[in-house]
């Protein structure tokens, strides 16, 4: 069995911890064989090849008694640079223990798991529904929306540097106040309601008009505003932060996307230019 989830990009601007896309890199899991312990063959730095792997501790929380496998993993998804590779870890995990240990889950049953376990649901919701997820978490449950992303380039600039989520996240305030909290919100209502309607123009321009976090996370993030300002020259819809970062996402009309691929690589900074698309599957088995 072969079981494949897309990357994720998360928050698009605006919709911090509630709007997600899927995009076409993807972790492949092949469940392999039966063996007498778990192991997981890959290429990752720094990730573990026994039971302590994301993957396989995600399994086992849902099925502890599920036999140990000699699995080979793949990924196009780099880590820490707010593309969801955890959440795609922990998505395959799940789908493992569901289809090894026949549960039966409902995709709705999977993103509360995986929602409880990450915390959010803006990186798992795409990641098992695919396409545009808006999704809220209250604690006790996840309630989600999957529609049509309209078409266009999804333009990632990857950075060489890793960015933690954890270390983004400490830089944000532990409170807005309330007027600018309305205002926030009205600006992530509308973006939503422009990429319902197919208006990506619109969208794009409320994306970048984000008061929960981009400002914060720019900081840390300094190739954002140059990135987003030669958005601006060649006529994109918008450009935002991938997630925490520090990724750039930039969604590109088809017609422009070479001209602004080739003015990024000119600005000659340390990192990967991916010309990407969004994924409308989310989490396929074969």
């Known amino acids: ?40 063959e890959h290429r990752l730095e720094g990730v573990s090849h026994d039971e302590s792997n994301l993957i396989i501790t995600t399994a086992l929380a849902l099925k502890p008694d599920l036999k140990p496998r000699k699995m080979t993993m793949q990924t196009d998804i780099p880590p820490a640079r707010g593309l969801g590779s955890s959440s795609t870890a922990i998505v395959a995990g799940i789908e493992l223990a569901n289809r090894e240990g026949q549960l039966g889950l409902t995709r709705k ?18 990641a098992i529904y695919g396409d ?3 999704a809220c978490y209250d604690q006790k449950e996840v309630n989600s929306v999957k529609h049509h992303f309209p078409d266009c380039d999804v333009v990632v600039f990857i950075p060489d540097q890793e960015l933690l989520t ?16 309305v205002t926030a919100s ?9 990429v319902l309607n197919g208006n990506l123009p619109l969208a794009g321009k409320m994306m970048e008009q984000d008061l929960w976090h981009e400002k914060y996370r720019g900081e840390l993030i300094p190739h954002l505003k140059p990135l987003r300002d030669l958005g601006h020259q060649v006529g994109v819809y918008g450009t935002v932060l991938s997630g925490a970062g520090p ?18 690589k000119a600005l000659g900074l340390a990192g990967k230019v991916e010309i990407l698309a969004v994924d409308k599957e989310g989490t396929q088995v074969f």
Request: include cysteine; hydrophobic fraction near 40%.
């Open 1 to 40: 069995m072969k079981i494949r989830v897309p990357a994720t990009s998360a928050n698009l601007g605006c919709g911090f911890d509630s709007c997600g896309i899927a995009l076409s890199l993807y972790l492949h899991l092949d469940t392999g064989v039966e063996a007498e312990e778990w192991q997981i």
């Open 109 to 126: 049953e999977k993103l509360a798991i995986a929602t409880e376990m990450e915390g959010h649901p803006d990186n798992v919701g795409p």
């Open 132 to 134: 545009f997820v808006v």
């Open 166 to 181: 954890s270390e983004s996240r400490d830089i944000l305030p532990k409170e807005l106040p309330y007027k600018e909290a």
């Open 186 to 194: 009205g600006i992530s209502n509308v973006m939503i309601g422009a």
């Open 247 to 264: 990724t750039i996402l930039t969604l590109c009309p088809y017609e422009l996307t070479e001209t602004f691929v080739a003015s990024v």
